[in-house]
């Protein structure tokens, strides 16, 4: 295992969900991670079985949200398979790509928003310009 993914790990929850995240503290009575989704057995009609990875906590799908998680909520720690490794690594990219792709889509909503807003204070500013400006000569001086 590389460097980079030696702090991935494949924790057992008392409540049976088994996660796999970025390791990045551990203490007495807790660990803090990131990253961290759900493993989730599914199965099809045919009984064949799959899993795959879903996101631990809504909105905590960043490399900048951390989690604590308490000791003695977890029943085992473990090292991934290579395997669950890339597949985690797949899974944490993607993850960062969907949140930049809705971040731009974002940022496009509000630009086009602060847009109208503009548009409106120009056309308020059209409007009001009907009235008298205070660079015309018609200015009343004392």
Known sequence: MSKATSSIKHLKLITGEELVCELMTESGDSIIIRNALSLIEKELSSGDKYYAFKTYMIYQ???????????????????????????????????????????????ERDEWENDLSLEEFLNDMDRENDLMDSDTDGMIMN
């Open 61 to 107: 799908d960043s490399p900048q949200n951390v989690m604590v998680v308490f000791s003695d909520k977890i029943m085992s720690i473990a090292v991934p398979t290579e395997e669950m490794d890339r597949q985690y690594t797949a899974a944490v990219k993607e993850m960062a790509a969907y949140n930049e792709e809705q971040e731009l889509k974002q940022m």
